[in-house]
């Protein structure tokens, strides 16, 4: 037998505010045309003002548990992937813990920026995989829209906020790539890429910084990097993409998800998409597609699932389960 980290529950959280693509003609020079045919995107979601990561991810923890029908006290640990946690320290993982009255287990907030989400999953599996945990919430939350600079027309537009949970159990399995749970993983960075998108601020410049990013060249690099680590992790799992039912890509750009489908060979109707609705919500957005592809009825139990992403470092990876 074989211990394996399965997928028992999934939950998420968009803030109440929906700000349409035509918002941004008031005060940029931008039309929902250009906004659409780059990066389909037609609207995104913003927290209220007071609302934070720690809020949003504990609502959308919240739901995930409620689903599994757990109590927060029989999780043993929280991996939260976020770039804009509420503070400097503690972690944004602490805040929930304590938002969902667990007092006891672990939590910790893993930041790899896009792709924070197969980073977590990679490591919330490690964690199960070699016992220390059997009980694990994977988060991914984001405020973004409190690093945005709203006079940067090539930015501010693509990006949301939101949250979304799963949570994961440990069980004993025959081992094969047809029994459920995390099959592979595959996590990448490269430090040379740093310039491409990042934030010129933070604790030791001694400001909050706006997001900066050459759209073009993330771009570029996004297709043939997401393709590769997808394939990757497929092969780890002694699996094709003919094997695959969906594909649940990090949500930034309608057609850098297209262009992973085709250079995998799969069809958009294996694509779960929710960029249109959500924007780019960073490590929240692979979460935030699952829960939603789960609840259109698209995601179903034992169906293969690849997740990819890729974000600012850059960092990518990919993640192949069986739901
Ligand atoms: C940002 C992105 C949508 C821009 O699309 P693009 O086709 O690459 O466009 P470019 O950046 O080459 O810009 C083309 C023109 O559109 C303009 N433009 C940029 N934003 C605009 C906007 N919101 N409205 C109108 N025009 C805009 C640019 O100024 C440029 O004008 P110029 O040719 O006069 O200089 C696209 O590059 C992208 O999605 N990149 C990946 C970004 C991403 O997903 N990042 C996150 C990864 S986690």
Same mark, same amino acid.
């Given at each position: !037998?074989?211990? +394996?980290?399965?997928?028992?529950?999934? /939950?998420?959280?968009?803030? *109440? +505010?929906?700000?349409?693509?035509?918002?941004?003609?008031?005060?940029?020079?931008?039309?929902?045309?250009?906004?659409?045919?780059?990066?389909?995107?037609?609207?995104?979601?913003?927290?209220?003002?007071? *609302?934070?990561?720690?809020?949003?991810?504990?609502?959308?923890?919240?739901?995930?548990?409620?689903?599994?029908? !757990?109590?927060?006290?029989?999780?043993?640990?929280?991996?939260?992937?976020?770039?804009?946690?509420?503070?400097?320290?503690?972690?944004?993982?602490?805040?929930?813990?304590?938002?969902?009255?667990?007092? +006891?287990?672990?939590?910790?907030?893993?930041?790899?920026?896009?792709?924070?989400?197969?980073?977590?999953?990679?490591?919330?599996?490690?964690?199960?995989?070699?016992?220390?945990?059997?009980?694990?919430?994977?988060?991914?939350?984001?405020?973004?829209?409190?690093?945005?600079?709203?006079?940067?027309?090539?930015?501010?537009?693509?990006?949301?906020?939101?949250?979304?949970?799963?949570?994961?159990?440990?069980?004993?399995?025959?081992?094969?790539?047809?029994?459920?749970?995390?099959?592979?993983?595959?996590?990448?960075?490269?430090?040379?890429?740093?310039?491409?998108?990042?934030? @010129?601020?933070?604790?030791?410049?001694?400001?909050?910084?706006?997001?900066? !990013?050459?759209?073009?060249?993330?771009?570029?690099?996004?297709?043939?990097?997401?393709?590769?680590?997808?394939?990757?992790?497929?092969? +780890?799992?002694?699996?094709?993409?003919?094997?695959?039912?969906?594909?649940?890509?990090?949500?930034?750009?309608?057609?850098?998800?297209?262009?992973?489908?085709?250079?995998?060979?799969?069809?958009?109707?294996?694509?779960?998409?929710?960029?249109? @609705?959500?924007?780019?919500?960073?490590?929240?957005?692979?979460?935030?597609?699952?829960?939603? /592809?789960?609840?259109?009825?698209?995601?179903?139990?034992?169906?293969?699932?690849?997740?990819?992403?890729?974000?600012?470092?850059?960092?990518?990876?990919?993640?192949?389960?069986?739901?």
């Amino acid at each position: !037998m074989t211990r +394996r980290a399965v997928v028992i529950g999934t /939950g998420h959280y968009l803030p *109440e +505010r929906v700000v349409e693509n035509a918002e941004f003609e008031k005060t940029l020079d931008t039309t929902d045309e250009w906004i659409r045919s780059r990066s389909g995107i037609e609207r995104r979601h913003f927290a209220a003002e007071g *609302e934070t990561t720690s809020d949003m991810a504990a609502a959308a923890a919240k739901a995930a548990l409620a689903e599994a029908g !757990m109590e927060a006290e029989s999780v043993d640990a929280i991996v939260l992937a976020t770039s804009t946690a509420d503070l400097t320290f503690p972690s944004a993982a602490t805040m929930v813990q304590s938002k969902l009255g667990m007092t +006891r287990g672990f939590a910790f907030d893993v930041q790899a920026v896009c792709a924070g989400f197969a980073y977590a999953l990679a490591n919330a599996n490690a964690l199960i995989l070699s016992g220390q945990a059997d009980r694990v919430l994977v988060i991914g939350a984001e405020t973004f829209s409190r690093i945005m600079d709203w006079t940067d027309r090539s930015t501010c537009v693509l990006f949301g906020d939101g949250a979304g949970a799963l949570l994961l159990e440990a069980q004993e399995s025959a081992g094969t790539s047809d029994d459920r749970g995390i099959l592979a993983t595959d996590l990448n960075s490269d430090g040379r890429y740093k310039d491409l998108l990042y934030v @010129d601020g933070g604790v030791s410049t001694q400001n909050t910084g706006h997001l900066r !990013m050459q759209g073009n060249q993330v771009f570029r690099h996004a297709v043939e990097k997401l393709a590769k680590t997808a394939n990757t992790a497929l092969e +780890r799992a002694n699996l094709t993409t003919a094997d695959v039912d969906w594909i649940v890509p990090h949500q930034a750009n309608i057609r850098i998800i297209q262009g992973t489908a085709k250079k995998m060979g799969l069809s958009m109707d294996n694509v779960v998409v929710t960029v249109q @609705d959500h924007g780019n919500t960073s490590a929240a957005s692979i979460p935030l597609a699952l829960s939603v /592809g789960k609840s259109r009825g698209q995601i179903k139990e034992g169906d293969l699932i690849v997740t990819e992403a890729i974000g600012g470092g850059l960092a990518w990876g990919a993640v192949v389960l069986r739901w």
